[in-house]
């Protein structure tokens, strides 16, 4: 059975949603000194909110 050929489209939204978590995951990888540091309105910060309460609801 052959493999089938993505169109571009699709292509293009495996590819945003990989790079997508790459970020998020390197977004909470930041070492606790410096995230003090990070302005309060940072969007990794934002991420870390939403992730942690997703993660208090999951438990």
């Known amino acids: 059975m052959g493999v089938t050929r993505l169109k571009r489209k699709d292509r293009r939204n ?3 949603s990989r790079m997508e978590v790459q970020f998020l995951k390197l977004g909470r990888n930041v070492e606790l000194g410096s995230r003090s540091q990070m302005p309060k309105d940072s969007q ?3 991420n870390n909110a939403v992730l942690d309460k997703l993660a208090a609801e999951a438990k």
Request: net charge positive.
């Open 44 to 46: 990794i910060k934002k």
């Open 14 to 16: 495996k590819t945003t």
